[in-house]
């Protein structure tokens, strides 16, 4: 250890507490805290010193500022002068100050024994602002005081120290503070000086220890771009995006991450040349841009750090990570509470829907989520990007890194693009900005023009869509604790991951239903056959376009695996340990071709396989290789990821003899019944099925009935069934033809389910179920409420 010292301006920041806010503000008093209650876990920290609150007040009265200080924001509550002219004149204040003579004396001796310790004589440091009053969970100015990175030297130190105090007094931290009602003069800063990590030639991010956009709390979210972290702090980079659950960290050979996204990486934050240091952004090498920065174990071991680190403090953390690209160590730089609303703790739900629906304009895939009006900035490429309006929905063909600033600055309140999907650079920037977006919409900049008025609505489902003019929007509270227990199990359907994470509050018993249609659709993008055999795409557009999907990935085939098994782990821990349910793909032929590369793969109409979906396509000679690379997402989601409340559903399967065929594979695949507790389901979707009941029920766990075929199962009529149950004239033998196939399932050994939007409708119809004594109801969530009371009342 090298010689230190406390001095009445210096502490050492593996000497300070958690209580020691007021000496070395938050920021600095946390890091400390970290460092000397982590140390049994072996959480590197970069050494360094702070300096006191005191230091500040004395350096503002020995240079007589504070009665111009006060006259100036005396002027501005008068509204005499604006909050930036008074920021301009504070920081000319500071910019003719000296250091008093002491505090000087004490910051060059704890830099020279910081400079000894690395056996440097003018080592890079980092110099951070940390006020008294910033990072706590009621103040939220963190971001607004000035950091300074790869300072070198005795006179840049002190330069960089007085930047960061008048830092305090920029508009936007004035603004803040008369707001939120602090005395301006009662605000004080310490300085954190640390050695400086090689992360310019390494790695840097952010990480929460929850979702913060959805309030889950049992997730840890990362973010990662080569080079400094201040491109990912302030939101100038699309950085690469991990999702690690918590609940299944304690597992050696677990490796739950359950979102992997590659972001463009842009920009490249390094040390710049000079002697007084000081960084630059230099254009991210096309090789890194195309990989993954961080590896599975590294991020593993930086979610389990998180975990300490919201231990330590109880509340979700917001950390900032390193990594030094000279030792290849990880490192914890900082750490403050998530500030805002604690959505994890709100008893209600609020749904946001549109009050009278027209034929839409656009439709495309949904992020986010929430209803935005306003008029369109269509910028046809990045050179054109002065012309986006303020408060205005931007409208492009794609956006990337070079747009973030420009859509932050302009307050920008949602995207339409012409291509993209889920995990595109558009919707990762949605998600960072908490802005909706629809992508993926192919003519967007066709259709829409600058100025038109247009309302974006994300709250339909899977599809966004794009209305024409500006319509108007309802609020709808949902009170989460009127919503009654009920003895029959009750399921949500989940459209996509985001729609998971919207409902996620609400009390249900599992998902009943996951389409991996939506998966394919929205996140894969790209026919599973083009993957398998890429050879075979013999179109040079969407050759490139495969290409620059799997980037990142060592095989194509990778690519499919990894992102489908991830899309349904990341779904299945929105609900973990309760069961979801995943409905595997079944696709209409002309929605399989659609798919990029499809046409390469897909049978025409004339070809009798045209029709096929469901198990007769696993089984197919052109898609079997398909299904195959399915059974194996779903292997790694339960064994590698270790999302062991997945099951899995096959649909469409026409005989005994075909579920047979399709379970021999997935026992090929090491995802057979049975195995590791694996439960699988059949979706009846033909008559005959009924008539195979007691053999079918005896191969699945499950038997789901799809409501909009009830009729034609157990009647062989076609139309609505609960209009015609509730007349109670067409239908009088229903229920009786409901419970006997109950009856024959449940002899088998066999749960039964009936899925669909709705039953909220027909009491009569849900009556018939109950008394059929079927197991649960798998519905849309937003009708879940309603579905619970009326089974209550009913009950």
Not at 4 to 10: F, G
Not at 225 to 241: F, K, R
Not at 386 to 395: A, C, F, G, K
Not at 575 to 600: C, H, M, N
């Amino acid at each position: 250890m090298f010689f230190k010292k406390n001095e009445e301006y210096i502490r050492w920041l593996e000497d300070v507490a958690h209580e020691d806010v007021e000496t070395v503000g938050a920021k600095n008093a946390t890091l400390g805290d970290m460092m000397r209650n982590l140390k049994q876990h072996e959480i590197p920290f970069p050494q360094g010193f702070a300096t006191t609150a005191q230091a500040y007040k004395d350096f503002i009265h020995n240079n007589n500022m504070e009665t111009e200080m006060q006259s100036l924001f005396e002027d501005y509550r008068k509204e005499r002068i604006s909050a930036e002219e008074v920021s301009r004149s504070i920081h000319h204040l500071f910019k003719s100050a000296r250091f008093p003579a002491r505090l000087a004396q004490e910051m060059e001796k704890a830099h020279e024994h910081l400079s000894k310790s690395q056996g440097d004589d003018s080592p890079a440091v980092a110099v951070r602002s940390s006020a008294t009053a910033e990072d706590l969970p009621q103040a939220s100015f963190a971001g607004m005081l000035e950091s300074f990175m790869n300072v070198r030297g005795k006179e840049a130190l002190m330069q960089a120290c007085v930047r960061c105090y008048a830092s305090l007094f920029s508009e936007r931290a004035i603004i803040y503070r008369e707001e939120m009602g602090f005395d301006h003069m009662q605000v004080s800063i310490s300085l954190g000086v640390q050695r400086m990590l090689r992360a310019d030639s390494g790695s840097a991010g952010v990480m929460f220890s929850m979702d913060k956009r959805s309030g889950f709390p049992d997730i840890v979210l990362i973010s990662a771009s080569w080079g400094l972290g201040e491109n990912v702090v302030q939101g100038v980079v699309v950085p690469d995006i991990y999702k690690v659950f918590k609940p299944l960290l304690a597992g050696e050979r677990l490796v739950p991450i359950v979102e992997k996204a590659l972001g463009d990486k842009g920009l490249k934050c390094i040390f710049a040349s000079g002697k007084d240091g000081g960084t630059s952004n230099v254009e991210t090498p096309l090789e890194e841009k195309e990989r993954f920065v961080l590896k599975d174990e590294e991020i593993i071991r930086l979610a389990r750090w998180a975990c300490l680190i919201e231990k330590l403090y109880g509340r979700p953390m917001d950390i900032e990570w390193a990594k030094d690209g000279m030792d290849n160590e990880l490192y914890i730089v900082q750490a403050r509470p998530v500030t805002g609303k604690d959505l994890a703790k709100t008893k209600s739900l609020t749904l946001k829907r549109l009050n009278v629906k027209k034929e839409p304009l656009l439709n495309g895939i949904s992020v986010g989520d929430g209803v935005e009006t306003g008029v369109v900035s269509l910028i046809e490429s990045y050179r054109k990007i002065n012309q986006l309006r303020e408060s205005s929905i931007l409208v492009s063909e794609s956006a990337n890194t070079h747009w973030v600033t420009a859509i932050r600055g302009k307050h920008v309140k949602g995207i339409v693009n012409d291509f993209g999907g889920r995990n595109s650079h558009s919707a990762i920037i949605s998600r960072e900005l908490g802005i909706p977006a629809i992508v993926g919409t192919l003519k967007a900049t066709e259709v829409l023009n600058t100025g038109q008025e247009i309302t974006l609505s994300c709250v339909e489902g899977e599809e966004g869509f794009v209305y024409n003019g500006i319509l108007e929007s309802t609020e709808k509270q949902i009170p989460l604790d009127k919503i009654p227990h009920t003895d029959l199990s009750v399921l949500m359907n989940a459209a996509s991951e985001d729609a998971a994470y919207q409902w996620w509050r609400i009390p249900c018993d599992g998902i009943g239903m996951v389409r991996l249609n939506t998966i394919f659709k929205h996140t894969i993008r790209v026919h599973p056959m083009a993957l398998r055999h890429p050879e075979r795409v013999r179109d040079e557009e969407e050759i490139q376009e495969i290409e620059a999907i799997t980037k990142g990935f060592v095989t194509k085939e990778d690519y499919f695996v990894d992102q489908l098994s991830e899309a349904v782990a990341e779904i299945a821990a929105s609900r973990y340990p309760a069961p979801v349910v995943v409905r595997l793909s079944d696709f209409p032929g002309e929605e399989y071709a659609a798919l990029i590369g499809g046409k390469w793969f897909e049978p025409q109409k004339e070809d009798p396989r045209f029709g096929f979906r469901g198990a007769s396509r696993y089984l197919s000679d052109h898609f079997q290789e398909a299904f195959v690379l399915e059974c194996r997402a779903l292997r790694r989601a339960r064994e590698v990821l270790g999302l062991k409340n997945i099951e899995a559903m096959i649909t469409y399967c026409m005989s005994v003899e075909k579920a047979d065929r399709v379970l021999a594979i997935l026992d090929e695949e090491g995802v057979s019944r049975g195995r590791g507790d694996f439960k699988l389901h059949l979706s009846c979707d033909f008559p005959d099925n009924i008539k195979d009941l007691k053999s079918l029920s005896s191969r699945f766990y499950g038997i789901f009935f799809p409501a909009r075929k009830l009729r034609h199962l157990f009647l062989n009529k076609k139309g609505a069934l609960e209009n015609a149950v509730e007349r109670n004239k067409e239908d009088p033998d229903f229920g009786d033809e409901l419970k006997k196939a109950v009856d024959i399932a449940h002899d088998a050994g066999s749960r039964v389910v009936i899925g669909g939007q709705n039953f909220v409708k027909s009491r009569h119809l849900m009556t018939l179920f109950l008394e059929a004594g079927i197991d649960a109801l798998s519905v849309d969530p937003e009708w879940i409420p309603d579905t619970k009371r009326l089974i209550a009342s009913i009950e």
